[in-house]
């Protein structure tokens, strides 16, 4: 009855070839993170060098197995190589199932990240030399890769979403990578929120499209919808099955463009972006250079059928995009570093081809996607060495670099800069909108939970009516500073009834839980000030 | 009433522990080491059932005792294995800060409740199981923060729920009841199992208990699998729209308020909160998928909620509580503790190439066929679990270069947390043979008449 993974390969039309090569460029990379992440969780010693190697071999082979797939595509003139793994898990009324597709869109895509990921890893491997979290990043980075190669080469939306998923875990971790600064923490938290809020789209709109049109799976390009024509709106590929209804459509359309804004960072949903360029030099230029940013674009892309069925969407793309372009070069002209300006230059090119994508113009999207990726990924990587780059420049010409930008300032009239200026000091301003856009729904909850421990208390007797304050709901940064009230301060209650076991834990507890007197719960642990071997000796 | 041997005789054995525990005055440390071995053997025995209980079952059928059988079979296949590996990672995650030698009997007959209910689908059985369990969790908390505070507010919610479900039990297996009287049945159990689990508006007695008390007790008794049981119990009928209501409010309100929860322990309280709402939406929805997906959930919850507290409550009395306002912690100094939070908090909130994400997965599917409202409310619930033990992970596992010298996992933990992990991932990427099945959920409503369908005591070789 239930089938596993190892089950079937639908062999078909399809070359064993592809058969073959298909699966290995997603099981390379899983068994990459598998052998990483069992060596580190029992301690095993390893090299650097080793390490390197493991992603060096497995990003290679897959850049070459995706590059034997496009050419197997282009000699046998197939549109499209689909792999059926066979069904991960099903029950009677619902069936998981693994397949993979390759064709003219996926291949591309698969060879330049499998290419950029493998050429990051080994200039990474002196970038972060004796860097202490140099085996986390490369255990990080073959997972970031499992989950592009599995994004791009999905044969169903369902696998998209497990790839998408794993992206955003990485892309978070990896912002957070010095770990011991609040702010690289602060970031890669905000970043989580924004993939998770966002990714709600994707989960659901996948759902509903199964509910739809009964499967998730790609269609092959023949059944598709008709296509916005142009010469270069080709859409030789396998789309998102599109419902029948326009309604379910442009509701399935709406929800996966939530997703795209998310992962993409489209505004209003843009902020996190330049915010992660806290993360190392490599990691920011393979994901917000080169491949992370572009996934939503490429979902797009796989989707251009159903927008074509749900002309609201569409219209809704191309303005996002043409917002995101429009916010992102006004407030990337004011900023003083150079990483933040790369992250708003990416903003700005991601926006322009998703409206692109949104017009329909899908081959210039695609070009404009891997050349943008090449010279941004660049660009970023070499960030860290720009004031000697351009010292070196200046030598060499005799002279200094030219102002750029001066057309901008010709073009917009004069008393339309002090305010755009204002606008790109404030970053458009974006944070405080969604602050004040959840601040509702925080104190909406920090009422119910106000109210919920007051009734505890009430019930359960507490020694004193205490609520301590509520952290805000921030979903715009994580703040810790910004984003706390104290706790109040109340009366110490009566002493607690003290048990036969640890006194620390009997000191106190309202209903609700709470501490009594003080600001903190009093529970078993030791607490900052307690001596360190007391609490190695004991917590143990 | 059949019975299923191998839990059956797990529970045994736990019993058997805490007696002995009870009856020799040990330390801590030593209570702690006695109660994991005690545990352990418990989970091997269930353990070895696998693949032993068709031989034992048609040995068992040969010699005429055909009310009894190794393991359960259907929905509750894994159960078992399951909450015996919830408690084998209570007791071995235990401080000893927080966890006296008597902490650990009371687990280990908690626990063996947990277990017991597993082996029977006799739903008066499962409430006196529930009341035992219930009793010994009460005596220990009065006993360590009086009977005032989190103690009364446990002590009234379980009582309500004991009392409901024993007349709800009681009212339903009177065969010519009428209707009303049915209907009036179910409705107490519905209420029974909110009290239990501790879904909205029976829920106040979670944070405090999470907040409180040892961490240990607290897993064992949120992770039993009790209300599942009762409600998959011969007799039990179809519960309906109403805890269908019930638990996808308590989903969402749960998940929600796990984001603005100024400490680790209430949120993964309101986490603890949530998950058992989405397993009741499974339950209530009652199609082949969505129970498939529920007691999927309920499996990986108690796995992984066990994980999840227990190396938090490892954490706190390694450096105190983990607040928004304390400074977080090293991450270099305590990796696995970090990573073990964050895999097993995740495999808890469904996240993809974990076991959770099949059964959000099942859930999900299953729910939109019912109502898109639902299928939502359950992919925002997910989202938010997911962000609220990333944020707890960031928040207390990062941001510090110092240290105060504290160990990460020792030797015991590591291999109790091992095995969690492993059921969790490698279970995620095989989930074939753990999806639970069984015949279609399609029992009569309270109106009327009820049938046998648990499958947790139909007869078959697992």
Redesign the interface.
Known sequence: ?????TAQLSTGTNSAVGTGLLPATVALPAAGVAVQALA??FGRRRSERATVTIVAVVFGTVALATAVLGLTLLMTDRGVIDVRLG????????A?RWRLVADWLSVPFALSAAALIGLIGALSSRYLHRE?GFFRFYLLLTLFGAGVELVVLAGSL?VV??GW??VG?SS?LLI?FF????GP??H??RA??TY??C??GL??GT??L??AVGSVDLVSPATQATGWTGQLGGTDWAQVPVPASAVSATTVALLLVLAVVGKSALVPASGWLPRAMEGPTPSSAIFYGAISVHLGPYLLLRSHALLDAAPAARVAVVLLGLATALHATIVGRVQSDIKNALAYASMTQVGLIVAEIGLGLNLLAIAHILGHAAVRSAQILRSPSLLHDRHHLEQAMGRTLPHTGRHLERLVPVRWQPPLYRYALEGGHLDVWLRRLSAP??RL??A??RV?RR??DR?????SGTT??????DLTG?H?SS??L??HRVAPGRA??R????Q???Q???????SVGG??????????N?P??D??S??? | MTVSLGPLLAAVLLLLGAGDLARRRLDARRARAQATAWAGVALAMIVVCVPLAGLLDSALADAGYTTATTLAAGWARWTPLATGLAGLVAVALAPMRTHTPSTFVHILVVLATGLAATATGEPLVIVALWALASAAAWRHLRDRLGSRGPARLFALHQVSGITLATLGVTVLAVHDAPSWARTLGTAAIVAAVTARLGLLPLHLWVSGLVESAPMGLVVVFLTAPTAPMLLLADGVPRPGTGLLVIGAVSALLGSLLGLVQPDARRGLSAVAVSVPGMVMCGLADATPTTVAGAVLAWQVYAVGMAGTLMVLSATEARRGPMTITAAGGSFTRTPKLAVAFLLLGLAVAGFPATLGFVGEDLLVDGARESSSLLMLALIVATAANGATVVRWFFTGYTGRRDHLGEPDLTTRELWAVTAALTALLVGGLAPGGLVPNGPAPHRPGPAGGTHHTNTATTRHAP
């Open positions: 009855m239930r089938n596993t993974l580190s969780w069904t991960w898990f099903e029950s009677p009324g619902h998981w202490p369902a979403f497990v998923e794993l875990l978070a957070a770990h011991e600064r609040r923490v602060r890669g938290l989580f929120l998770r809020a990714d709600v989960l659901a759902a509903l199964g509910g729904l925080a909850l920090q119910i939970d919920q009734v505890a019930i359960g007797g507490a020694r301590p304050g509520l952290t805000h709901l994580g810790h984003g706390l104290a706790a607690a009834p048990g036969t076991g640890a620390d834990t009997a106190r507890g309202t209903a609700a839980g709470s600001s903190t719960p009093v529970r078993g642990g030791a607490g900052r307690a360190a071997d609490v190695v004991e917590g143990r």
